[in-house]
């Protein structure tokens, strides 16, 4: 399966979360393209923006707003390959800046594209074993109702 994943990260936490997750992805055979949205352009790095599957990662800026360099990166998704079907999202957050602002970018992103999919939210950086399973296990089920279940409700499932 042909898998893009694409990223905004400032200070190295959702760039560390979407490593873990490119490396399961990997792991299990699949391709993947890479994507940091604040250095590159979907354009410059897939010739072919059709994928089987789309994770989407960010931090969240100012009160849960999402970063421009991603907010640029879905324009050009969209208007490539419109909204699509198989998107999962997935980002870190502080919840000391209030509960309502955490991890805003990504459930703004699952929103906007009205994804089926759980999000895998993350406090600041991933700690530890507890932090490496809770990835593990979120982007394993979305690898599997990708690949074996394509009309279960993935919605249901918490990570």
Not at 86 to 108: K, P
Request: with cysteine; net charge negative; proline share 5%.
């Amino acid at each position: 399966m042909r898998i893009l994943i694409a990223f905004t990260s400032l200070s190295g936490n959702t760039r560390d979360v979407a490593r873990m997750v490119r490396a399961r992805c990997e792991a299990r055979g699949h391709e993947v393209t890479w994507i940091e949205t604040d250095i590159q352009k979907l354009a410059q790095v897939s010739p072919d923006p059709n994928h089987d599957l789309y994770l989407l990662g960010s931090w969240s800026d100012n009160a849960g707003r999402t970063p421009s360099e991603m907010k640029h990166f879905i324009a050009d998704l969209v208007e490539a390959v419109g909204k699509p079907e198989r998107l999962a999202v997935f980002g870190t957050g502080e919840t000391q800046w209030g509960e309502e602002y955490y991890c805003g970018a990504v459930r703004r992103m699952a929103a906007f594209f009205e994804t089926r999919f759980p999000r895998l939210e993350i406090e600041q950086m991933p700690h530890g074993d507890r932090d490496a399973h809770k990835i593990q296990r979120w982007t394993d089920h979305i690898l599997n109702c990708t690949e074996n279940m394509p009309h279960a409700d993935p919605a249901r499932f918490v990570a």
